[in-house]
Nanobody, 123 residues
Framework: QVQLSESGGGLVQAGGSLRLACAAS??????YGWFRQAPGKEREFVAV????????SYAESLKGRFTISRDNAKNTVYLQMNSLKPEDTAVYYC??????????????????WGQGTQVTVSS
């Protein structure tokens, strides 16, 4: 059973940075993704990283501001968020897909989810 636990959310001013962390356990060689859900909106893909950390994919609109990485020695996946905007305000979730070979953006392919961490960006 995969278990995921996010941390690092909080309140930040526009233009600031935050680094989210996701502590993962239960499955070796798994890709992990980050998603977010703003109030009244559907959950959306942010980024995904493969098991080694050498392959990543991002939502097109977030490229250049967000960076996903992982430290397998610590079983932790990170999301570095820079130049934050008020529209980045959302609950951010870490997730693992059904298949260890999946690196796509479809929410439906991810079956393990953390509890989420709130990120609020003030203007």
């Amino acid at each position: 059973q995969v278990q995921l636990s996010e941390s690092g959310g909080g309140l930040v001013q526009a233009g600031g940075s935050l680094r989210l962390a996701c502590a993962a356990s239960g499955r070796a060689f798994s890709p992990y993704g980050w998603f977010r859900q703003a109030p009244g909106k559907e959950r959306e893909f942010v980024a995904v990283v493969n098991w080694s950390g050498f392959s990543t994919s991002y939502a097109e609109s977030l490229k250049g501001r967000f960076t996903i990485s992982r430290d397998n020695a610590k079983n932790t996946v990170y999301l570095q968020m820079n130049s934050l905007k008020p529209e980045d305000t959302a609950v951010y979730y870490c997730a693992a897909p059904r298949s260890v070979s999946y690196l796509g953006p479809s929410v439906n392919e991810y079956i393990y989810w953390g509890q989420g961490t709130q990120v609020t960006v003030s203007s």
